[in-house]
């Protein structure tokens, strides 16, 4: 039956593990407390901020659950091992990776005169980072399956409507993002000899501080232009029951497989 058990099982190691990188905020954040919802322990990546982490530990601790803050750059290789040897200690199996951790450009600029800074420092947060963070959490994976602490570990790819959605004035943010719908493909044909599946979930616009800036515009586009046939902001938490639908295996035959999170926003219509 399914490696990722729900949490009715209460032993140290009983549980399924998550690691959310990205978890302290955001989508990451909703990602988390579906999970905890639904019985993991989950390891709660951040960057920097560590009051918000701290306060989504509390969160999973009032849903009867246990996380573990970890602090880590997933655009550093010393991090990127930090973390799931952090995880394992933490938590004594991975069931589960959502790469969700991902940055804006600090300004929207054309692309005509958008600068290589920007585009180095999006490369390396949203698509090198997860690109061999998935490769480190399979390896990990693999060698749990071999031990018989984990039977059917998933990953998760968070990208965006942004893999295929062209906008000229943040190419670099769109370039990650198709970049990791091949990343995607890639590990999904890879690790389907072993079992573990891989899941890509391309959100539409949501709710969190990344999108602040530009909510006034949103907000128009959504309520006033038919920008997505379901006219509201998604929340985190759409993102994060999406992730607990695929890690609890009700997708069995699936893997490579995009899950639109959007509103139907990817829609044509006429
Ligand atoms: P957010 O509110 O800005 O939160 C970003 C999260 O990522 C925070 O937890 C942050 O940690 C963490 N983070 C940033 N850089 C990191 C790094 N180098 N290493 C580890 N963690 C890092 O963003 P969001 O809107 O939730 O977006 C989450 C993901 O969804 C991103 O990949 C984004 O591209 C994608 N997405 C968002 C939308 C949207 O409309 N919001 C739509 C489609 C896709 P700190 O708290 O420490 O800063």
Avoid at 44 to 62: I, L, P
Avoid at 72 to 85: E, G, H
């Amino acid at each position: 039956m399914s490696g990722a058990r729900r949490g009715d099982d209460t032993g140290p190691h009983n549980r399924p593990a998550a690691v959310v990188t990205g978890g302290s905020r955001g989508i990451g954040r909703g990602i988390v407390l579906a999970l905890a919802g639904a019985g993991y322990d989950v390891v709660v990546n951040y960057a920097s901020n560590a009051d918000a982490a701290a306060e989504v530990g509390r969160a999973v601790a009032a849903l009867g659950g246990r996380a573990h803050l970890v602090r880590a750059d997933v655009s550093r290789p010393a991090d990127r091992r930090q973390l799931i040897d952090e995880a394992t200690a933490a938590f004594g199996r991975l069931d589960l990776l959502v790469s969700n951790a991902g940055v804006a450009p600090d300004v929207r600029a054309d692309l005509l005169e958008a600068g290589e800074e920007s585009f180095d420092r999006l490369v390396d947060i949203n698509l090198k980072g997860p690109y061999f963070l998935i490769q480190l959490a399979a390896r990990t994976m693999i060698e749990q399956q071999a031990a018989g602490l984990t039977e059917r570990p998933k990953i998760v790819v968070i990208s965006s409507i942004s893999a295929y959605t062209a906008s000229v004035n943040r190419g670099d943010y769109c370039v990650t993002k198709a970049g990791l719908a091949m990343t995607t493909q890639l590990y999904a044909t890879r690790l389907a000899e072993h079992g573990i599946n891989v899941y890509e979930i391309r959100p539409g616009v949501i709710e969190t501080d990344m999108t602040g800036p530009v909510r006034a515009r949103y907000d128009d586009l959504i309520f006033n232009q038919g920008l997505t046939p379901i006219r509201r902001w998604g929340q985190p938490e759409d993102v994060g029951r999406a992730v607990v639908a695929v890690a609890t295996d009700l997708l069995p035959f699936s893997t490579g497989q995009v899950i639109d999170v959007d509103g139907g926003f990817h829609l044509r219509t006429l």
